[in-house]
């Protein structure tokens, strides 16, 4: 029953902002590092963000750098990307996995995958 599940996605205009959340089942989350992805339709899965095990270090994708921000809740079960200044190409599914570390804003030793929460921007 090891998995992580997304939530928190939907429609949103350019500019605005969600919050995403990834929460663990059958595991704890503080023995991780966890990390963000996203799917565009047609496109790779591209790295978006990640936070140390130790929540001493978080980091991001270029493209997303001072819109969203990676942070954990004080008990460690859930994960939460805040996305700000949504802009049309944020569209995408995003995915939160947990890993063994975190290797600039992509996992390493990723070992659990969630099913996706589907963010799109949109006027």
């Known amino acids: 029953q090891l998995q992580v599940v997304e939530s928190g996605g939907g429609l949103v205009q350019p500019g605005g902002s969600l919050r995403l959340s990834c929460a663990a089942s059958g595991l704890t989350l503080g023995y991780f590092a966890i990390g963000w992805s996203r799917q565009a339709p047609g496109k790779e899965r591209e790295g978006v963000s990640c936070?140390?095990?130790?929540?001493?270090?978080?980091y991001y994708a270029d493209s997303v750098r001072g819109r969203f921000t990676i942070s954990r809740d004080s008990a460690k079960s859930t994960v939460y990307l805040q996305m700000n200044s949504l802009k049309p190409e944020d569209t995408a599914v995003y995915f939160c996995?947990?890993?063994?570390?975190?290797?600039?804003?992509?996992?390493?030793?990723?070992?659990?995958w969630g099913q996706g929460t589907q963010v799109t921007v949109s006027s």
């Open positions: 936070i140390s095990s130790s929540d001493t270090r978080a």
């Open positions: 996995y947990a890993a063994d570390y975190c290797s600039g804003y992509v996992g390493n030793g990723i070992n659990i």
